[in-house]
């Protein structure tokens, strides 16, 4: 566990009920006291790392902080998995319970994980990778994180790093600040740049595209 000092409150904990427009976002889960997300992917996507960057800005944001994390069988290919509890008290249980918020880089990462997020949470998930949905009834963004990624790095190693700037712009979890603090301290050495180039891309995206059918707006289908 990690504890941040001299707590910030989050402020409310009412669950999100409906998307503001662009031009009043703040984020969907800005304003709430306790938040429990879950990362999840297959080996090799970086799903660990952003749950560690997350963990990291948070802290530096004075919350408290405990992130954990899973592995498959196999190092690469296989599931993995990052949770990440934030809070503006410190955390009597270290594991998550019901997720606020899923983010699902793969099918399997998707299909397996989304019991475990709350009716009235949000499930965020690459568009390319997730190409058969569950049914989920809350708040739902389907952005193609791995396209985005080539399109500007041209490396899909930076997806993870999109993604996580794009979460931040939707959810309000963190500061920019913080997660630009976070990004640069704990990707690989000589990847920074090309790491803080894809979190601008992944900050830059206008959520009320992406809600629900909003990537029709992207040329892409969402009904697969």
């Known amino acids: 566990m ?17 998307t503001p427009s662009s031009a009043q976002w ?6 709430r006291e306790y938040v429990e997300v879950r990362f999840g992917g297959s080996g090799g996507q970086g799903v660990i790392l952003m749950g560690v960057i997350l963990a990291t800005a948070a802290t530096l944001d004075h919350h408290r902080v405990v992130q954990t994390e899973s592995y498959g069988p196999e190092a690469r290919g296989g599931y993995s998995r990052s949770d990440v509890i934030i809070s503006s008290e410190p955390v009597d249980y270290p ?3 019901r997720a606020h918020l899923l ?13 475990t997020l709350r009716n009235d949470g949000i499930f965020i998930y690459d568009l390319e990778k997730v190409v058969e949905p569950p049914v989920f009834k809350g708040i739902t963004f389907a952005i193609p994180f ?21 979460v931040t712009s939707i959810t309000g979890l963190v500061s920019v600040e913080s997660l630009r603090k976070a990004v640069t301290g704990r990707v690989p050495a000589g990847t920074e740049e090309i790491n803080n180039r894809a979190l601008i891309r992944g900050l830059g995206i206008d959520p009320a595209e992406w809600q629900n059918g909003g990537a029709r707006a992207y040329g892409l289908p969402v009904d697969r």
């Open 26 to 31: 703040e984020g969907l889960l800005f304003g």
């Open 146 to 166: 791995t396209e985005m990624a080539l399109e500007e790095t041209g490396r899909t190693q930076t997806t993870n790093i999109l993604a996580l700037g794009a």
């Open 2 to 18: 990690v504890d941040g000092t001299t707590p910030s409150p989050i402020g409310s904990d009412q669950a999100p009920t409906s």
């Open 103 to 115: 983010v699902a880089l793969s099918q399997l990462a998707a299909s397996q994980y989304i019991g």
């Open 95 to 97: 594991e998550l319970e």
